[in-house]
């Protein structure tokens, strides 16, 4: 279908559109125009990717900017279904234009999940795979291969060298899978391929942590022009991924093997003395002119990647101390010994970066300076070396990662040394925890150098926390509703079990057997009445763990088995993909199943249940953080004294927005549909804090329920949903076709125009209209939300 | 397509080597009755075939056969065939020797779908099973003719849906009994049944369909009485057992003879093994058992293969490697996964339905298969309310010989017409009355075109209809008039009295009407069939069947007799009753005789039409006997 967003002609490729599909769009294209970021909260499974891809798709062609997108999404099970969309667009597109436009879409994922070399592919672990491709296709490798050295290449990536260097895959939209079938039919290397062609690409389609990591964002992002439009999908999470990849653990163990590669790269360097000086001395000279220089050396091969570079980083020479590299080898070993005597210690720690360095410098004279240029200066170092099997220096490389970022940052971040694993233990397991508190760092970069950012996702409320926690102003934020010609979900809070005793997964009860068994009577009868699946998320592993074992024990898992399969997440990840195959079966077998899982796991992020792959998802307990974690604790005290948001406001938004989002896993369309079931007394307070269109949905004698009454609420409401119900009943309601745009957009003009002549009777016509778009936001916390129904309740 | 044939001496006497219908035999019959016998060769008893090379100019197939229950040592005879159609005999023998060759390594590999044998029922049991079969598995397709064959010989499976259906088995034996003498049972039988295929597939289906296994360990519950555990299990759960828990099985396999099977099973329910079965934790309270307790560290399941392949939707793994360079802090105790060994039940549950659903053709495609998106994973993205509507997935019916369903005379009539025609004079024609009737760029009342109507005289009204234009007013009387009686008669039919009632009839009268109804239409399908067929070895069946026609009618009159003495005496219980009423009150009671349903008159509507093609069979069958019985004369 074609229509027109103000002169933009958009090719949507349906015949039919939902209203808030619309509004999604032209919204976007406000922003767009105006320019600004915005954050835009848009009901699960009601087609937000497909909408964002046809109206930037069409912004990209119709306008001679041609500005590029790059869209950012959480898992590769996204980023594979965008590219999946995107593909289907375009071929729409061709369709209806009657011709193939020249464009080009590529999606990029580790090069564990790309690797076509034979036994490379064949490693289990994403960092060796890493290590060894780098040890196949690295530039000195292949001087070498020329000298005549028998070393081995990777002939995949050989290949590439073969093609043009802008055109070494063809126009059009490659899905990873389609990547990798292109890869492997013409023999090149899939991974470096996308690398390659990401400055010739109109959509580049990939994980968060390429923009927001410094390590990965400065060599893969470098060339990305200001006007490109970001989009982060799925971004409810995105302060988690921010701070992840500023932060980083070291243990005991850790130090003892950075020793021992220390203690190589010792030995290599004596090696090299001794048959190529040379080459050590041009890495000096070198490293006296800045790093600048040594960058332009490097390209895609680099060997170890630096956590920051800022600018004058790069163009400061390496402190004297460390060119050597026998000096710098001596500097790092006294680093390592300074760190394992704080390890030593019997109590926790919590310690500010500068009161580190400070404490450092008193006992090792080690200054901030050389330190900040640790990681830079262990990169080049290995490359001068010509090290092959650097998967061997791995927690070298975290130890030279640690230094300079604690020698870059004062605030926003916090160091925190815990003797102990647990409470209880008894046996020391020291752990180093290097924690960033600022999720407005990371993501800082993004939002300084590109024009539009745009945050989207199911779940962002309230909206407002996403501008503060991440210290940005967006010109619009907005949340949908979702029209609905019939009520295509029931979401529930059951806050008392058929025993009418109150169920939560609160610390003080969740073990009590009397709770837990309310639970099991809850899923057991949800399995009873539900067809095909039922997705039961629980706050924890712990939890699930523990819950499940007493279920088993009650007998409640074996009453369960008489209607449903049982399938649970794993620690193990392709196991707990064996498990998701095989409930999927299940469920299109008829025979049923129901998968327990973790709301903040594996299978929550990323992996639908839409259709009869879930009927019901039932969220036992409010997915809280575990308090008494110290870095939690930190994050919350930061985030308290630097940006006003209190504690319990904050934690209890971090549940709920996990709680909806598991929610959300199971719709797909309107013609879709399934109950949500809230089991946990905590909810009903929270309420107010859910997204729009589930609160919306949410009669209000629906949120204090027992296990009985919501049990017949969603016999019946499966009742109705059994009845058969046509696409024609729901158009003009919750679905539009070009005529209903049409009649929307008159309505709209004559109401405009409606206003404006009122303002102008009125006598303001002097200051004409604030343009909706450029709404500005007022970056102030609203206080008035009723201190009470915030109110945490205390675990 | 004809089974294969070809012109062949045997023996240095000409004659045609052909393979019989159901490719089950090959055959050589002489050209010249008499001139030697004809020879048969089942293809199960085919050892070898020999065929001379292409380049030699002698065609030449060398069969070996032996006798199934020939000794072991007995050399093969062997029968060697030449064919003689010239330039035809390569690919005639090419076309033997393929075809016996198919079907003999399929007679070798022993697949029973290629051998219907005279097995009898147990191989009907097995068609019902590979069917159902064919059906739920993801097998490969079989040859639908195959499958039909098997439907029709399998007697079990057909006298089980006879069972099933009642009004089917009163049918069936209804026709069984009337049918002409003629008429062998067995082919009746077999005619009966090839109308009915569609049903016999349904109902191995549906046999086919059985309950899918069940976690069997968690409902096996034990109860006390008398201060004794009992726990009764049947034969099925051990044989679940076996199959879900291979251990058992082994367990079970190397102990029995030693134990008792009732020790084994009471020890086994006791021991630390089922709680491990189970995915339960072991205690050290729990007791021990010498025995059982030796398979405890055995590992049940072997390691999933860990080189299948994922779709990328599903892939958790996948999604963890998707940065391989994830830093962060590791998370909080709660959210680490302990170890499988402190909770077993995960990795049991999981395990265990793995093995439930394994034999289910999985939902996202073949695991083993490259990965790669396919349509289905398409169509899965789509928003499928916002689709437009479905393409209509019809398949186009191509009439190879349109010309049969014209007469020939007219088809060529028409030919000759329009050859005549000179196409500039008819295009002048065509252009003039368009101008004449769109007069203004084609801005034209419709009704005009349709109806030139008023103007037109009316007497066109008493021309016969096939002469009446179309389009004038009489013809679109007609056409109204037809629309409003087919409403009528349909509105009839779905009339709920109609349906519910008997139009008057008893029960009993109404049954047999509907019997002899389905049976009339039986034999009536039977007769076209082989009347249809033009098969001359068929005459005599095409005779019996007819006169079964006849009885047929004779049938239905008889029930219309009936049906009117029914009538007969309900109207004479009213006339009496009237009667009795006049006398007893002397009040004239007007009886409506005309509202006594039933009677021949009812039957005969209610079976006009089977009446009707009864009569039209009879007739054509009569027509074309005098024809050809006038032939015979005229060639005699």
Redesign the interface.
Same mark, same amino acid.
Request: proline residues 5%.
């Given at each position: 279908m074609k229509f027109f967003i103000d002169d933009l002609p958009v090719l949507f490729p349906y015949p039919r559109i939902y209203p808030e599909q619309y509004a999604y769009m032209c919204d976007l294209k406000k922003t767009l125009d105006v320019g600004g970021h915005c954050v835009l909260e848009m009901p699960s499974g009601t087609g937000k990717t497909v909408s964002l891809l046809s109206l930037i798709v069409a912004y990209q062609q119709h306008y001679p900017e041609h500005r590029k997108l790059i869209y950012c999404s959480r898992t590769m099970s996204e980023i594979e279904k965008a590219l999946a969309e995107l593909k289907a667009l375009m071929e729409h597109r061709a369709k209806e234009l009657g011709h193939e436009e020249e464009f080009r879409a590529l999606g990029l994922t580790s090069r564990k999940n790309l690797c076509l070399h034979p036994s490379v592919k064949r490693e289990k672990s994403g960092t060796v795979v890493d290590a060894r491709c780098r040890s196949l296709t690295a530039g000195f490798v292949k001087e070498k291969k020329e000298r005549g050295e028998d070393v081995e290449l990777c002939v995949y990536h050989e290949n590439l060298d073969l093609l043009e260097p802008h055109n070494l895959v063809p126009p059009g939209v490659f899905t990873l899978d389609g990547l990798a079938r292109y890869g492997e039919e013409h023999k090149q290397c899939p991974y470096f391929s996308a690398r390659r062609m990401m400055p010739w690409c109109n959509i580049i389609i990939y994980s968060y942590h390429y923009l927001l990591d410094p390590k990965i964002a400065e060599r893969v992002s470098r060339e990305l022009s200001k006007d490109c439009i970001v989009v982060f999908d799925e971004a409810h999470n995105i302060d988690n991924v921010c701070i992840e990849s500023l932060s980083l653990d070291i243990s005991e163990d850790s130090l003892r093997k950075a020793t021992r590669g220390a203690n190589n790269l010792e030995r290599k360097i004596e090696e090299m003395k001794s048959t190529d000086e040379e080459k050590l001395k041009n890495e000096y000279s070198k490293l006296v002119e800045g790093l600048q220089e040594a960058e332009k050396a490097r390209e895609e091969d680099q060997f170890i990647s630096n956590p920051v570079l800022p600018d004058d980083l790069l163009k400061e020479a390496v402190p004297g101390n460390i060119r050597r590299a026998e000096h710098f080898i001596s500097f790092l070993k006294r680093f390592i010994e300074y760190l394992k005597t704080r390890m030593k210690v019997t109590h926790t720690i919590s310690e500010t970066p500068p009161s580190f360095l400070t404490h450092l410098k008193d006992l090792t004279y080690i200054e901030r300076k050389p330190l900040r240029f640790c990681a830079e200066r262990l990169t080049s170092l290995v490359r001068t070396l010509e090290l092959v099997n650097i998967e061997d220096y791995q927690p070298l490389q975290e130890v030279a990662t640690f230094a300079t970022l604690v020698a870059t940052y004062d605030k926003g971040f916090v160091l925190i040394l815990e003797p102990f694993e647990s409470e209880a233990a008894t046996v020391p397991n020291p752990i180093l925890h290097f924690t960033c508190l600022d999720a407005a760092i990371a993501i800082k970069p993004v939002f300084d150098r590109f024009r539009s950012v745009i945050i989207t996702s199911g779940t962002l409320s309230p909206l407002e926390m996403y501008p503060k926690m991440l210290g940005f102003t967006a010109v619009l934020q907005e949340s949908y509703s979702m029209t609905l010609a019939r009520r295509s979900f029931l979401p529930m809070i059951v806050t008392r079990g058929s025993d009418q005793a109150q169920v939560s997964s609160s610390f003080g009860i969740r073990n009590d057997p009397g709770v837990v068994r309310n639970y099991g009577s809850l899923v057991t009868e949800f399995a009873r009445i539900t067809p095909d699946g039922v997705v039961v998320f629980f706050p924890s592993y712990l939890y699930m763990e523990s819950i499940i074992s007493m279920w088993q024990g009650m007998g409640i898992l074996d009453q369960i088995w008489n209607y449903k399969l049982i399938l649970v997440e794993t620690p193990d990840a392709q196991e707990s993909s064996l498990a998701l195959e095989t409930y999927r079966t299940a469920c299109c077998n008829g025979r049923g199943a129901i998968l327990f899982c973790v709301a903040r796991g594996k299978v929550s992020e990323g992996i639908d249940f839409d259709h009869h792959y879930g009927r019901a998802v039932i969220c036992i307990g409010v997915p809280f953080q575990y308090t008494e974690s110290r870095i939690l604790k930190a994050r919350l005290e930061f985030l308290r004294e630097n940006y006003r948001i209190r504690e319990n406001d904050f934690l209890s938004f971090d549940a709920i927005r996990h709680a909806a989002q598991c929610l959300g896993r199971v719709l797909r369309g309107k013609d879709d549909y399934g109950v949500m079931v809230l089991a946990d007394r905590r909810f009903e307070r929270k309420r107010p804090q859910l997204p729009k269109w589930i609160n919306q949905a949410m009669l209000d004698s629906e949120t204090n329920l027992s296990t009985d009454m919501a049990v017949s609420n969603a016999k019946n409401f499966l009742r109705t949903m059994a009845q058969p119900f046509r696409a024609k009943d729901q158009e003009g309601i919750s679905t539009w076709g070009l005529a209903d745009i049409e009649r929307h957009e008159a309505k709209r003009k004559t109401e405009e125009e409606r206003m404006m002549r009122e303002e102008m009777n009125n006598g303001h016509a002097m200051g004409g209209m604030i343009p909706s778009a450029s709404r500005i936001v007022e970056d102030e916390y609203d206080d008035n939300i009723d201190a009470d129904l915030m109110m945490l309740d205390a675990p | 397509m004809s089974p294969p044939s070809g012109a062949a001496s045997y023996k240095k006497k000409d004659g045609t080597i052909a393979i019989s219908a159901d490719e089950n035999s090959v055959s050589w019959s002489p050209a010249v009755a008499g001139a030697g016998n004809t020879i048969t060769i089942p293809v199960v008893n085919i050892t070898n075939l020999q065929q001379t090379p292409a380049s030699n100019p002698k065609v030449m197939l060398k069969i070996f056969a032996q006798a199934p229950d020939a000794p072991p040592n007995s050399t093969p005879d062997q029968y060697v065939f030449l064919f003689t159609a010239g330039p035809d005999a390569r690919p005639q023998a090419d076309l033997i020797k393929d075809t016996l060759s198919a079907r003999v390594n399929a007679a070798k590999s022993g697949t029973p779908s290629q051998t219907p044998g005279p097995r009898g029922a147990s191989e009907g049991l097995s068609a019902a099973m590979a069917i159902a079969n064919a059906v739920t598995s993801a097998a490969t397709s079989k040859n639908p003719l195959d499958e039909e064959n098997r439907l029709r010989s399998d007697i079990e499976l057909q006298q089980s849906l006879l069972r099933s259906d009642s009004n089917l088995q009163r049918m069936f034996f209804e026709g069984l009994h009337t049918k002409p003498e003629a008429l062998s049972s067995a082919s009746f039988v077999s005619q009966f049944w090839s109308t009915r295929l569609h049903l016999l597939r349904a109902h191995a289906i549906e046999q086919g369909q059985v309950r =899918?296994s *069940?976690?069997v360990l968690?409902?096996l519950k034990p109860r006390v009485e008398d201060n004794v555990t009992r726990l009764n299990i049947s034969k099925e759960q051990i044989q679940l057992i076996f199959t879900q828990h291979p251990l058992v099985k082994r367990v079970y396999d190397e102990n029995v003879p030693k134990l008792s099977e009732q020790q084994f099973w009471s020890r086994f329910f006791q021991s630390r093994l089922f709680k491990k079965l189970?995915?339960?934790?072991i205690t050290e309270a729990d007791a021990t058992d010498a025995v059982l307790d030796k398979y405890l560290r055995t590992d049940e399941a072997p390691q999933?293969d860990?080189d299948?392949n $994922?779709h990328?939707? @599903? !892939?958790?793994?996948?999604?963890?490697?998707?940065?391989?360079?994830?830093?962060?802090?590791?998370p *909080? +105790? !709660?959210?680490?996964?302990? =170890?499988?060994d402190?909770?077993p %039940? %995960?990795?049991t @549950?999981?395990s +265990?339905?793995?093995k %439930?659903?394994a034999n289910?053709?999985?939902? !996202?495609g073949d695991?083993n298969a490259? %990965? =790669? $998106?396919n349509e289905e994973?398409?169509k899965? @993205?789509?928003?499928? !309310?916002?689709?437009?509507e479905e393409e209509q997935s019809r398949i186009t019916l191509n009439i190879r010989d349109q010309s049969r369903f014209f007469t020939h005379g007219q088809e060529e009539d028409k030919t000759k017409q329009i050859a005549k025609q000179d196409p500039d004079e008819l295009l002048q024609i065509l252009r003039a009355e368009i101008n004449q009737n769109l007069p203004s760029q084609g801005n034209t009342q419709l009704g005009k075109l349709v109806d030139p109507g008023d103007d037109e005289d009316e007497e066109m009204e008493d021309a016969p209809a096939s002469r009446r234009p179309v389009g004038s007013s009489a013809a679109l009387h007609d056409a109204f008039s037809q629309i409003l009686e087919a409403l009528r008669e349909r509105r009839t039919q779905m009339n709920e009295r109609a349906t519910s009632e008997t139009y008057g009839l008893s029960i009993a009268l109404f049954d047999r009407l509907t019997l002899t109804h389905a049976t009339s239409t039986e034999f009536l399908h039977q007769f076209w069939q082989a009347f249809l067929s033009g098969n001359p070895d068929r005459a005599g069946e095409v005779a019996s069947l007819a006169e079964s026609l006849q009885r047929a009618v004779e049938r239905i009159k008889s029930v219309a007799n009936d049906a009117e003495a029914e009538r007969k005496v309900e109207v004479d219980r009213l006339k009496k009753q009237a009667r009795d009423m006049y006398e007893s009150t002397g009040r004239r009671l007007r009886v409506n005789l005309e509202g006594v349903e039933g009677g021949q008159k009812v039957v005969n509507q209610l079976l006009g039409p089977t009446l009707h093609a009864l009569e039209v069979a009879s007739t054509r069958y009569q027509k074309e006997l005098a024809e050809q019985n006038k032939e015979a004369a005229l060639a005699g």
């Open positions: - | =899918g *069940y976690n968690s409902s189970r995915g339960e934790r999933p860990r299948t $994922i990328h939707f @599903l !892939d958790l793994a996948a999604n963890e490697e998707n940065h391989s360079q994830r830093g962060g802090n590791r *909080y +105790l !709660d959210m680490r996964p302990s =170890g499988v402190k909770v %039940i %995960i990795r @549950l999981n +265990l339905s793995e %439930i659903m289910v053709a999985p939902a !996202d695991m490259p %990965i =790669g $998106i994973a398409w899965k @993205l789509q928003l499928q !309310d916002l689709r437009g």
